[in-house]
């Protein structure tokens, strides 16, 4: 993480090298992947009603549920913040059956999450965090869209899966001054 922020400090420090430590950037830190963001809904509610303590307990609930089966399906965990995950895959197809995995593994224990899913160039910092187009909108899906027990994908992820395997429904959505079609899964898998 230092190493990032050291080259972004560096592009403020010396707006004349900016294009040169911008590929420098990008070099070291770039890659295409799918980014997979979950969050479990009922924050505000349970707190008031239970207590920061009995949600905290749902989180590392979700997080006992949800890491095995991420990394059974070649995720790797970028970060967990509060109650979100955030996960990156090579293969879209193996992100969104590990959605589908862990949205079943959740909603048997009575915790609900939505999740949301796109592909795209971002910059990853291993186990600490990622940046980029491709971040924001699967946050935006699966933190904002999505309800509970909802995966969205966008256009991105939804050319690059198999159509055999996956069964998705077309949805024209408004958000934060975006017009985005984007693709709800279906969790009836095609066998």
Known sequence: MKAFFSLIDRMNQHPDQQPQLETMVWDVFGCE?????????????TVRRQGILAYLRKI?????????????HDGDLVKCDA????????DCNHGVRAALDVMAACAADGLPVSIG????RILLIPDADCYGD??????????????AGE???????QQRLD?????????????????????????????
């Open 33 to 45: 992947k799918a980014v997979f963001a979950l969050d479990m809904s009922g924050f505000s509610l």
């Open 60 to 72: 590392r609930r979700m997080q006992a549920l949800a890491l095995p089966v991420l990394r059974r």
């Open 83 to 90: 109650d979100n995950l955030m996960v990156v895959f090579s």
């Open 117 to 120: 899913l796109d592909f795209g």
């Open 134 to 147: 491709a971040v924001n909108l699967a946050y935006k899906l699966g933190e904002d869209l999505a309800r």
């Open 151 to 157: 995966i969205l994908v966008t256009d991105a992820v």
């Open 163 to 191: 159509p055999q395997t996956f069964r998705v429904e077309r949805q024209h959505l408004s958000v934060s001054g975006l017009e985005l079609d984007v693709w709800r899964i279906n969790p009836a898998i095609v066998p």
